[in-house]
């Protein structure tokens, strides 16, 4: 009989795995975001065609962020990775941010199982400066032609920090339970 009672969970981050929810593929301008009380995705808006996402973006379930939302991911692929798409994925840092004055913290992952890639990619060294730059650039710019300077880089952290984010981000979950 199947157990219709199962959840996505966080994974185990303290292992360095994280399962993940896309939102938004690479290279999208479609802003979708999970809605945790319709249990369903939505169009949010519509961004400028020169902001399109530098990487998937998703969130770890049963996590809250300091915004109050889902903690955000982005994923590295060579791929766009499809709306609703859940995957186990490996842990390699976290891009310190701030939206709207909130703390809004991206936690970069690679999938747990990437051929073309392998194991080559285990911290946020492993994907260049150049790359850092890029998605720094995104995030810091995205939001200027409707509310300028609202968001801000504040740099980068590695996989303890990400761990850190993660495990306060499950207990605010489990606090609002």
């Known amino acids: 009989m199947a157990d219709f009672n199962l959840v996505l969970t966080p994974g185990d981050y303290q292992n360095g795995y994280v399962n993940t929810v896309i939102e938004i593929p690479q290279g999208s301008c479609l802003k979708v975001e999970w809605d945790r009380k319709r249990a369903a995705f939505m169009l949010d808006r519509v961004e400028p065609n020169i902001y399109p996402k530098p990487a998937n973006y998703g969130f770890i379930p049963q996590t809250i962020d300091e ?6 991911t982005l994923v590295v692929c060579d791929e766009p990775i499809p709306t609703g798409v859940w995957l186990n994925a490996r842990i390699v840092g976290v891009l310190n941010f701030v939206d709207d004055g909130d703390a809004d913290y991206k936690i970069v992952v690679v999938p747990a199982d990437d051929r073309n890639t392998g194991d080559r990619i285990n911290s946020l060294d492993d994907l260049g400066d150049r790359w850092k730059q890029k998605v720094a650039e995104h995030f810091s710019h ?7 300077g609202t968001t801000i880089v504040k740099g980068w952290g590695d996989v303890e920090a990400a761990k850190v984010i993660i495990a306060e981000s499950i207990e605010r979950w489990n606090a609002k339970k």
Do not use: A, M, N, R
């Open 142 to 148: 995205y939001k200027d032609l409707k509310k300028p």
């Open 67 to 72: 915004d109050g939302d889902e903690l955000d």
